[in-house]
């Protein structure tokens, strides 16, 4: 849900605060603890779905649709139960930071000490997930999942260029609505406000330093520049942490350092293109480009941990004054030639899919987990963690161990069915839409008519459980057709810029 005032410019920032007074609540003591074996999350402040009031409080629901009076007095009883609930507690509640940072192009298996070491010791301190689920293999769709808690198939965003409808409540939107001030710093234009991602943010910072495609979706982007590097993330966040107001406050910071051009972090772009570009003309030295890319792409998550580990000694000297969670994980991963497979988006592997996932904070028990998570579970786990009310929120909280959860997600092409470069110069035609299913250590690609392994044709699954996941796809692939795909930004002059991105179909 997104309201419709006015936006003011503020530097680099989209200011969204409120017109008029709003009062602040929800900021009682922590929940008493139970016996989760990994956290302890306390009674939830209950509400009813829709009741988060969104970025600029009340006033930012527009329109005359049903339901808009009571989403407006749902709202307000919220923000005055919450008052109470602090009224309550004699006023001295504690102090909560929620900051959720979000990694573009991070594989699961790149997060480790030798190329992050900083990263990698924070998250031992917590619950951690070497292994999650992407919902998807593109920046958007992902995005939009971790902020709403829903399925592609549901929020609409399915592929690239697509906003986030206003009817669908955030993340922000519910922490905001029970009382934590919001606020946002992103890195790259498929994050810009324009593509609904700012909604119930009260400062969402979404302008960038680097040029890279002046078009993208058919959207320019502002003075030509497409992304900012961890440097300025992290001294952009810093700035929002210190302009920060109130006892309850929730952060969300987007990283792009990993994305392509490969080295760039480190001034030696290397872009994916010209990987594609070796492979379409059979060119024997794939093999080594391949390598040096990864370096490349490694050189780059070192700087990213350098600069994260700044983020983090800023959030660790508050740790008297704010009990802080701290969520990190990624929107994709990266395909350096596993399974003849470049880049990402294309495909639904495991190296374009599978990415890490931490929650690190007061009351969680240090723990590396084996069972499945997802991008859907990450809103209902920091909503757990803040005893905030999480009904409408498909996920499960991750705090709660599962041996049998499992995870779904999908692929769709940008505009039209096209064809995927492989390594060995091959154009396969792409399919519309793909779907996947992790569950048990295994995971099932395919739609109605096929399933595969790890998105490898040459892995194909036959028999009764076959049959199963084609008609659990058949099902997703209904609801798709149902629910439909949000509105596009787009026009023919996309084309070169996406291709230019690695995104071209």
Known sequence: MRGGGPRVRLGRLRHRGPRGLR????????????????????RHLRHTRGSGAPGRGAERLRG????????????????????????????????????????DTLRADSLVPRTMPRTSAFLAEGLFFPVSFAATSTTQPTHATLLTGLPPWVHGVTRNGVVLAEKHETLAERLHGAGYSTHAVVA???????????????RYDDEFDVPYVRVWEGRPTEAGTFYSLSESV?????????????????????????????????????????????????????????????????????????????????????????????????????????????????????????????????????????DVASSEDVATTLLTWAGVDDAGFAGASLFTVSETRSAFGMRRT??????????????????????????????????????????????????????????????????????GTGRELLDEDAQAALRALGYGR
């Open 64 to 103: 005359a649709g049903p339901g808009r009076e009571l989403i407006r007095a749902r709202a307000g009883l919220l923000t005055l139960l919450a008052a109470l609930s602090c009224v309550a507690c004699g006023g001295g509640g504690a102090k909560r930071r929620i900051v959720l940072v979000t990694i």
């Open 188 to 202: 790259s234009f498929p994050l810009h406000a324009m593509f609904g991602f700012e909604q119930g943010f009260d």
């Open 414 to 483: 940008f505009v039209e069915t096209k064809e995927e470069i492989r390594t060995d110069g091959r154009r396969i035609p792409l399919p519309e839409e793909r779907f996947y299913l992790a569950r048990g250590g295994s995971l099932w690609v395919g739609d109605s008519s096929e399933v595969v392994l790890d998105d490898d044709s040459a892995m194909p699954v036959e028999g009764s459980e076959a049959d199963e996941i084609r008609s659990a796809f058949a099902s997703l692939g209904m609801i798709l057709e149902r629910v």
């Open 23 to 42: 009062v602040r609540g929800g900021q009682g003591r922590a929940p008493p603890l139970d016996e989760s074996p990994q956290f302890a999350p306390g």
């Open 234 to 370: 992290t001294r952009h966040a810093l700035d929002a942490i210190d302009a920060a107001q109130g006892d309850l406050q929730f952060f969300w910071f987007h990283y792009f350092d990993p994305h392509d051009p490969y080295g760039d972090a480190v001034g030696d772009p290397y872009p994916v293109q010209r990987l594609l570009a070796l492979a379409t003309r059979g060119d024997p030295g794939l093999g080594a480009a391949l390598v040096d890319a990864r370096a490349r792409y490694e050189r780059d998550l070192g700087a990213l941990d350098r600069s994260l580990g700044r983020l983090l000694d800023r959030l660790a000297a508050d740790e008297r004054e704010f009990e802080t969670l701290v969520v990190l994980t990624a929107d994709h991963g990266e395909s350096f030639g596993e399974h003849g497979a470049l880049g990402h988006g294309k495909r639904l592997t495991p190296e374009q899919i599978e990415v890490p996932l931490g929650f690190v904070g007061p009351r969680i028990d240090p723990a590396v987990r084996s």
